[in-house]
């Protein structure tokens, strides 16, 4: 079998690149370890910048984001029993799409399908091979029969956990990490949400997070220790524990009612250079994780797979390998910026163990400069809907 380029994963990053490479003519391959509805299974933040928005319209699958997504025109920091509200749009012009990963993983599912792009799922054991040499090769084996696939390149689009990081050799992968000491414990239920925009608090028992997935369905997350289980968590004492946190209004007038998911995930920052070698290209989180504190996974997939997609389209459009060669540090360049970020956002959010009253103070401080200042109110804005692609 071959292809022009093998994408190895079927989350936002895998997704996207083929539905962009398909609208420059080149021919790919999805191959996915996991079922389709496991992976639509994942319960993901989606807050899309303008540019995911723009990239899912340019591949022609916007329109059940812009019929059921919440265009959101800032956001609310709650600190010291108070909210303030930063205004995006006064701030930067723009705004940011509240929009599930699931969905938009889903839209870019259905996409695939109707233009009638080939995805494996439940691929075993899909290895790499060759991706120094001008003929790479991806071998894997579906119900038990083996397969391999020819290609011109090969997109790792197979997450933190997937095969592509580690096919690049030890000596070459230089990798950046920072790991939290706390947890984000998640719920999803089936209630309004509290507020019309996302609530990030700042409280001295630790942070909390109120956003949505629709005004019928809400997701809240606390800041847990990481040596917590979420059975030991009933819904009312994660209910109690969330009202401690926010606002006296927030807290008076939330609605409360049954998870429908609960879970614990933890933090780091991570990053990984380069994100090219050979024939191999890594994008999204193959390549870098991010805290969710600022909502950016998702759109460094996003902007990954357009510059790769870019690149990739000006080899075989203009045989120039131009844009593949710049690839790596054209996109580790908006990762940096969006990881640097990510990192401000949570330690200016969260409650670290050990650390002493100062140090709350000074978070406070920071955070009452912040939302009485233009200059710092801009900055926080134009970094969380989003730096230019
Ligand atoms: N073989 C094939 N597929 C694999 C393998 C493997 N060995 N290992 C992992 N995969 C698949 C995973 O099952 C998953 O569907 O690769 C896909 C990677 O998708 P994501 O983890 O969603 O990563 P990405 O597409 O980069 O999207 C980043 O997803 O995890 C969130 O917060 C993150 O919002 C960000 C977004
Ligand atoms: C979410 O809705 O899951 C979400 C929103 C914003 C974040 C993190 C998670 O910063």
């Known amino acids: 079998m071959r292809t022009q380029v093998v994408i190895i994963g079927s989350g936002p990053a895998g997704l996207l690149l083929g539905q962009l490479l398909h609208r420059r003519g080149v021919d790919t391959i999805v191959l996915e370890n996991r079922s389709r509805d496991y992976v639509l299974g994942r319960i993901r933040a989606g807050v899309l910048e303008q540019g995911t928005v723009a990239l899912l319209d340019e591949v022609g699958l916007g329109a059940r984001m812009h019929r059921e997504g919440l265009p959101h025109d800032g956001t609310e920091l709650c600190f010291d029993g108070r909210r303030h509200r930063i205004d995006f749009k006064e701030q930067t012009g723009t705004t940011v799409m509240v929009y599930g990963q699931t969905e938009v993983t889903r839209d870019l599912m259905d996409g695939r399908a109707a233009v009638g792009a080939p995805t494996v799922y439940e691929a075993d054991g899909v290895a790499l091979h060759d991706i120094a040499t001008d003929h790479p090769r991806v071998t894997y084996s579906k119900d038990g029969v083996s397969h391999e696939i020819q290609c011109d390149f090969i997109a790792g689009c197979d997450g933190f956990h997937g095969p592509s990081r580690p096919a690049i ?21 089936e209630t309004p949400p509290v507020s019309d925009e996302l609530i990030y608090a700042n409280h001295e028992r630790g ?7 629709s005004k019928t369905r809400s997701r809240y997350y606390i800041q847990c220790r990481l040596d917590e289980k979420e059975e030991e968590w009933s819904d009312g004492r994660f209910w109690d524990e969330l009202k401690r946190r926010l606002d006296e ?67 075989y459009s203009a045989k120039s390998s131009a844009g593949i060669d710049h690839y790596s540090q054209q996109a580790l360049s908006r990762v940096w910026k969006a990881v640097r970020f990510s990192w401000w956002m949570t330690n200016l959010m969260h409650r670290f163990p050990n650390t002493e009253p100062f140090d709350y103070k000074m978070q406070v401080a920071e955070l009452d400069y912040l939302v009485h200042s233009k200059a710092a109110m801009t900055s926080m804005a134009e970094n969380y809907v989003g730096l230019p692609f």
Do not use: Q
């Open 249 to 315: 209004k927030a807290a008076s007038t939330i609605v409360t009612g049954p998870s429908i998911e609960k879970s614990i995930a933890p933090l780091r920052s991570f990053v990984a250079e380069p994100m090219r070698f050979g024939r191999l290209f890594l994008a999204g989180d193959s390549a870098h994780i991010v805290p969710p504190t600022g909502a950016k996974g998702l759109n460094l997939a996003a902007s990954d797979v357009h510059y790769l997609a870019n690149a990739l389209g000006e080899y």
């Open 169 to 189: 050799p030890v000596g070459v992968l230089k990798t950046y990490e920072r790991v939290y000491p706390f947890g984000w414990l998640g719920i999803l239920s």
């Open 207 to 213: 942070f909390a997070l109120c956003s949505m997935r």
